[in-house]
């Protein structure tokens, strides 16, 4: 039974930064992608970034520039920092880790932007 877990979530100004991380229990066999999604109060859920196997990543266009995302050294945690954070990034982020057969979610963890 594979399980993932994020944290890093809580209160942050404007401007200011935040890393999530995302780490699997269980085990894990083939490669995948690990990827953030999130979403905000009456809006549906959005791809915020994925990087694959071989660490190509992509990013929502409302977050590029501001947003990194990475694989742990251990490949089975990611993370999403985000720097230069803005109100409308308020939102609950969620981890997914994604193969050709299985898809996995995590509880999501609120991020607010607020002053």
């Known amino acids: 039974q594979v399980q ?16 999530l991380s995302c780490a699997a229990s269980g085990s894990l066999f083939g490669m995948y992608t690990m990827g953030w999604y999130r979403q905000a109060p009456e809006k549906e859920r959005e791809l915020v970034a994925t990087i694959t196997p071989v660490g190509s ?3 929502v266009d409302s977050v590029k520039g501001r947003f990194t995302i990475s694989r742990g050294y251990a490949e089975n945690t990611v993370y999403l920092q985000m720097n ?32």
């Open 4 to 19: 993932l877990v994020e944290s890093g979530g809580g209160l942050v100004q404007p401007g200011g930064s935040l890393r």
């Open 57 to 59: 990543t992509y990013y």
């Open 84 to 115: 230069s954070v803005k109100a409308e990034d308020t939102a609950v982020y969620y981890c997914n880790f994604r193969s050709w057969n299985q898809n996995y979610w995590g509880q999501g963890t609120q991020v607010t932007v607020s002053s």
